[in-house]
């Protein structure tokens, strides 16, 4: 079992290519919180389903802080994602197993190669303050359990108004 992310210490700095031919990197100082939703890849529909709401609030969430989206598919499947589902936020796809671990997430193999040909990172969000550390993290070892957005949304924002302290702490 991977250790789970501890709240309050840094994320490992990590980037992300992007389908937009860019790079988006977290872990370190920025002038921004971070909110990073990891899915699990084009194979999943509840993540479609939880994408699509996300890019529904987008202006809300951007409003307050920066959003990466990220999973381990391929360029080209992220592509596809993006163009079926035009979604507005940037995409970033290649997470690896070293970066899936190192952020506490659960890793499933595939089920049959209809589902997809590779091992992906089950579903996860990590509220990330602009100094690099981790202030929230939501894991789940399936596709079925996902925080609700708006809530989330409230929240992150009541935290950063009122410069909560992390809470949790192991």
């Known amino acids: 079992m991977t250790a789970k992310p501890r709240v309050g210490e840094p994320v490992a700095p990590m980037d992300f290519l992007t389908v ?3 790079k988006i990197s977290i872990g370190q100082a920025k002038d921004r919180w971070t909110m990073l939703f ?3 890849g084009r194979h999943c529909p509840r993540c479609k389903r939880f994408l699509n709401k996300l890019d529904k609030m987008l202006s809300d969430w951007t409003a307050i802080m920066d959003v990466v ?12 994602d993006k163009d079926e589902f035009g979604w507005t936020f940037d995409l970033a796809y290649g997470l690896t197993e070293a970066q899936m671990r ?3 997430l659960y890793v499933s193999d595939p089920l049959s190669e209809a589902e997809t040909s590779d091992r992906f ?3 996860g969000a990590f509220g990330i303050r602009p100094d690099g550390t981790l202030m929230l993290v939501d894991i789940s070892n399936g596709p079925a359990a996902r925080p ?8 992150m924002a009541f935290n950063i108004e009122n410069d909560r302290p992390v ?3 192991a």
């Open 20 to 22: 937009n031919s860019g």
């Open 38 to 40: 990891v899915y699990r």
């Open 69 to 80: 989206v990220v999973s381990a598919d391929t360029a080209e499947k992220a592509q596809q």
């Open 102 to 104: 190192s952020l506490g």
């Open 121 to 123: 990172a089950e579903p």
């Open 148 to 155: 609700d957005l708006a809530e989330l949304l409230d929240g």
């Open 167 to 169: 809470r949790g702490i």
